[in-house]
């Protein structure tokens, strides 16, 4: 994986949990269309697509889950 990439799984994970707090859980379709569109050409086999959706899919839960966390927390 590549610096760029974990880059971008932070930032889509730290968007997902900065909606999520201020109410704005639309926001995270917002997301997710930016980060398709940046892997758009790198989408171009089954697998690297299914790897995108895994990887995309599980990302957005734990942050999902850990904003959860923090918002019973408070």
């Given at each position: 994986m590549t610096s760029a990439m974990r880059t971008v799984g932070y930032?889509?994970?730290f968007g997902l949990a900065g909606a999520i707090l201020v109410g704005?859980?639309?926001?995270?379709?917002?997301?997710?269309?930016?980060?398709?569109?940046?892997?758009?050409?790198?989408?171009d086999s089954a697998a690297a697509r299914e790897r995108f959706i895994v990887g995309t899919l599980g990302s957005l839960i734990w942050a999902a889950v850990c904003t959860a966390g923090i918002i019973s927390a408070w």
């Open positions: 930032l889509e994970r704005q859980p639309a926001a995270v379709a917002i997301i997710v269309a930016v980060k398709g569109l940046g892997r758009f050409t790198e989408l």
